[in-house]
């Protein structure tokens, strides 16, 4: 088995999570994890699936316009303007898929924080043993929560993640604040190790490969929906 590598895409907020939920829901190969980093056309913020828009709408920065999208996935709102972005994708049977939804956050995380040890970044996945979280409920980057990822020394939040399962398997979409994370981290080089680090994890071999050739109509489509307000407001 394989993890395999898609190219870095640039999206608008609706695009990208409507090709995160079809690798989720549509790949070729089906029986195989998938990992991407993507990246955004403007300033955006997505937010999760159980949120209410105008919650959403009253966190975001005043007198600026964004790109604001719900996600399929929980979690809360994320500011994408300046994070590292990623999805991966474990197909249903995997080990780690079958695993509890706290579990495989925490594995995850452990690993991107691995990755972010090897460039002296003193990140740990936060424990379940620590206080409760300051800062606003429902605002990512302003608040860690357990198995978050944080800086050893000052517990400022560098990387959360939200999660989706369903008969497919599990999308788990992943941020990395930068500007927590130091100004001396090597992105390309944390990516490979963070890939490192999965394929590890998944026990399988970490392979690049083509875009997947997915019907363009089903992205547009999908892409679409999650542009509507029918899906935006529907909370």
């Known amino acids: 088995m394989n993890l395999e590598i898609l190219p870095t895409r640039t999206g608008g907020a609706a695009e990208n999570m409507a090709v ?7 790949y070729p190969h089906a029986s195989e994890p998938r990992f991407r980093h993507y990246e955004w056309r403007g300033p955006a913020f997505t937010f999760g699936y159980s949120q209410k828009i105008e919650f959403a709408r009253g966190a975001l920065p005043s007198g600026e316009k964004f790109d604001l999208c719900r996600r399929p996935t929980g979690g809360g709102i994320v500011d994408h ?3 590292w972005t990623y999805a991966l994708v474990v197909p249903r049977g995997h080990a780690l898929e079958e695993q509890s939804a706290t579990q495989s956050y925490r594995v ?46 000052t517990e400022e939040k560098i990387a959360g993640a939200a999660q989706k399962r369903n008969k497919q398997g599990l999308l788990f979409q992943g941020s990395i604040w930068r500007p927590a994370a130091g100004a001396a981290v090597d992105w390309e080089k944390f990516s490979d190790d963070f890939i ?9 071999v970490t392979v690049a490969v083509t875009w997947p050739e997915f019907d363009e109509s089903e992205v547009d489509g999908l892409a679409e929906k999650y542009s509507s307000p029918e899906w935006n407001e529907f909370r």
Do not use: N
Request: proline fraction near 6%; hydrophobic fraction near 50%; include cysteine.
């Open 81 to 83: 303007r300046e994070d």
């Open 196 to 204: 490192a680090q999965l394929g590890t994890l998944l026990g399988v």
């Open 20 to 26: 995160d939920f079809l690798l989720l829901q549509r």
């Open 108 to 153: 995850i995380h452990e690993a991107l924080a691995g990755a972010l040890r090897l460039q002296a970044v003193p990140a740990v996945a936060r424990p379940s043993t620590a206080a409760a979280p300051e800062g606003p409920a429902g605002v990512c980057f302003q608040r860690a929560e357990m198995h978050d990822v944080i800086h050893g020394l």
